[in-house]
């Protein structure tokens, strides 16, 4: 995927998911775990596909993951959509990836490459 360094995600540092000025396209997938859709950057228009993850944890607070990966094209949106696991999306890079994993948030970054997460 192209790097979107037109974008104010691109360079902002210090994201959270609830910051992001992004608005709702499309809505692909509502689940109780799972959720995915497209989101448009209000700035500059770069579309993001984004899935939001839940994993159930039985000691803490469930750990959840936010990922936005920059797209372009209805390709790459159906390539998106045909990954089975939430763990598959890890291949498309560049990637925004956020957690909250041990009742504690992990913030925004930027994946560039594998050894990055
Ligand atoms: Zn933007």
């Known amino acids: 995927m192209r790097k979107p360094t037109q974008c104010v995600l691109w360079n902002e540092v210090g994201l959270t998911p609830e910051t992001l000025d992004l608005e709702m396209v499309r809505v692909f997938v509502r689940s109780e775990h799972i959720e995915r859709d497209l989101l448009k950057c209000c700035e500059c ?3 993001y596909f984004h899935e939001w993850y839940e994993h159930i944890s039985f000691k803490h607070d469930d750990d959840m993951y936010d990922t936005y990966i920059p797209i372009e094209t209805e390709e790459e949106i159906q390539q998106l959509l045909d990954t089975k696991t939430s763990a598959d999306l890890a291949k498309f890079l560049p990637q925004l990836h956020g957690s909250y994993t041990n009742n504690k ?5 930027w994946i560039e490459k594998p050894e990055d997460f």
């Open 45 to 47: 228009g770069q579309l």
């Open 105 to 109: 948030n992990d913030g925004l970054r």
